[in-house]
Structure formats: C-alpha cells, structure tokens
C-alpha cells in the first residue's frame, strides 16, 4: 500500500506543478484564484496520501481546517476582485 | 482474503482518484479561458479528493476515518459554491471568451431584462443596480 501512495503521491505533486504554472502564468487574478484554489485541494490530497505513506497519522483535522481556507481565500478574493472591477 | 479484495479497492481508488488530480493540473494549463480551466479544477476538487479519501479510509483504523470523511464533505459542500461564485464573476468581468461559447442563454436574458428596451407589462423587473 505504501507503494501504491507514492505513485498516487507522484502523480498529484506533477498534477501540483502544472497548477503553480498556471498561478505563476496566469494571465487574469480570476486564473490565479482558480488555479490557488486547485493547488490548496491538491495539497490536501498529497497529505492525506503523505499520511498513508508514512502511516504517521498526526494530520487529522489540520487538513480539515486547511480546506475550508482555501474555500475561504478562494470566496474573498473572487469577491474582491469583483468589487474592483465594479470600479472602473 | 478479504484484506487483499480491501487493499485492491482501495489501491484502484487511490490511483484513480490521483491521475483525475493529475487530469485536472493538464486541463488547468492546456484550457483556453477561465471557466474552462474552472471546470478543470473542479474535478480534482470533487471526484479527486473523494476517491482519494474512500482509498484512504479504507487504508485507516476506524478512530482516524471522521477527518478524512469529513474533508470529503467539506470539499463536496464548498467546490460548487466556490465554482459559481468564480464562474459568475468571470462572466460578469467579461473573462469568457464569447466566441468559443456555443449557447449564451444568460446574454440573452440580459439583454431582454435591460429597461430600456419596451418590455411586455408581465415582465420581471430588471435585477437592481450594483
């Protein structure tokens, strides 16, 4: 099992690459919210999968509150940016 | 051999659920505008966590499973509102490409609702002003 996490463990940091290509290129801030908000759930899968790796289960809940931040983030800072746009 | 049939399940989830991740980071780069890439994103953000995290609750002793059914939850709650919401403003800042767009039912709604054009008296009232 430990084997089979690290493939799906290698898979999700390349899928976490691209994501910080796509939030460095970016070329709107409405990009760089979606691709943020891709790369906070695709951290949480690579700990989760970190966790079953390693079997050293002192995450828990800590993924929990990182989710709903990113949920957070990505809510504000669309909203934000709404609100400028409105400006002009 | 019930252990090894759980370890397969969990082993195709896990995989399964880790290459739609990977599938979604491709679609994210490779997608021409922001709704498209949102679309995307949104896979990884749903069926990816919830696969990973079946695979990964099958792999864990049943004290540890609330957490990580409980980031399944929260990542189905919170992905179709985050969706929206980036959705909605794209259309509204104008960050959809209009001509790779097939059917625009909302343009068309819009441009019914504006005020100055004679509307019908059984019409909705246009939405307020922002």
Known sequence: ?88 | MSDVVVDVVSAVLMLVGAGFCLLSGIGLVRFPDTVSRLHAASKAQTLGVLLVVLGAVLQTPAGKAPSLLLIALFSLLTAPVTGHIVARIAYRTDAVERRRVVLDELATRLVDERPAEGRRPDDREPPAPR
């Open chain 1, 1 to 88: 099992m430990t084997t089979v996490a690290n493939i799906a463990l290698v898979l999700v940091s390349l899928a976490g690459l691209l994501a910080v290509g796509r939030l460095a290129a970016g070329p709107g801030a409405l990009d760089r919210v979606v691709a943020l908000d891709a790369l906070v759930t695709l951290t949480v899968v690579g700990a989760v999968l970190g966790t079953l790796a390693r079997s050293d289960t002192t995450t828990g809940y800590v993924l929990v509150v990182l989710s709903l931040l990113g949920f957070v983030g990505s809510i504000a800072s669309a909203r934000l940016i709404e609100r400028r746009e409105d400006m002009r």
